[in-house]
């Protein structure tokens, strides 16, 4: 079955970067996604990865895959006290119900 | 701006009652998704509905609840007789090109 992981916690002091990993199961994951959930909102799409690629670059954001390990992770440079939120990792898998998300990390911003 | 709208934003309701969600994705979209996320857990799937025509169903969709989309463009989430382990965050999505989910705002549930 499909599966994600994620660490629930990760607390960094602004300006440096964080780095949030993730761990998934289902090798036939096409895309892997980030997301992210500020208090009471919904889910805000941050950036995607297309299965054969092993880096995407997007402003403060990197994202790495190494698909051998399944491992995906997400860094923020220069991290601010707006990136306070949470976190999700989700994969496409094969089926027609969507994303599987991970449980989020708390990403804690320490001034 | 996703261009998914929920309403009600939040809902507070006694056990046993019925409740209604509506999500009105602004344009017109095929593929439409409902989600539900209690505290501490990620977002999990509910169902799923192509056009009009509701193609998948998850195992926690009871025979209590039921989502239908009528014209193949806003969708209803219905739970009736409500439970306390209703409680949650109710999300639609619709979705990407490549698969992404844009999310509307939720509407939050509590069920006294």
């Known amino acids: 079955g499909e599966d994600v992981e994620q660490s629930l916690f990760l607390s960094v002091r602004e300006g440096d970067s964080s780095v949030i990993n993730c761990t998934y199961t289902d090798s036939s994951s096409t895309y892997l996604y980030w997301y992210k959930q500020e208090p009471g909102a919904g889910l805000q799409l941050l950036t995607y990865i297309f299965s054969n690629m092993d880096m995407k670059q997007d402003q403060r954001l990197t994202v790495l895959l190494n698909k051998k390990d399944k491992h995906l992770s997400l860094r923020i440079a220069d991290t601010q006290t707006g990136d306070s939120a949470i976190y999700f990792c989700?994969?496409?898998?094969?089926?027609?119900?969507?994303?599987?998300f991970g449980k989020g990390t708390h990403l804690i911003i320490q001034p | 701006d996703t261009g998914v709208s929920q309403d009600p934003r939040h809902k507070i309701t006694k056990r046993g009652q019925n409740v209604t969600f509506r999500c009105d994705p602004i344009s017109e979209h095929n593929r439409l998704y409902w989600y539900r996320q209690t505290l501490g857990q990620g977002p999990e799937f509910l169902t799923y509905f192509q056009n009009e025509a509701q193609l998948e169903k998850s195992r926690l969709l009871s025979d209590r609840f039921s989502a239908e989309r009528p014209k193949g463009s806003f969708s209803t989430l219905e739970i009736q007789r409500t439970e306390q382990g209703d409680s949650a965050m109710y999300l639609c999505a619709k979705g990407g090109p490549t698969g992404e989910l844009f999310f509307g705002e939720g509407s939050r549930l509590t069920v006294l």
């Open positions: 989700a994969e496409m898998g094969g089926g027609a119900d969507g994303l599987t």
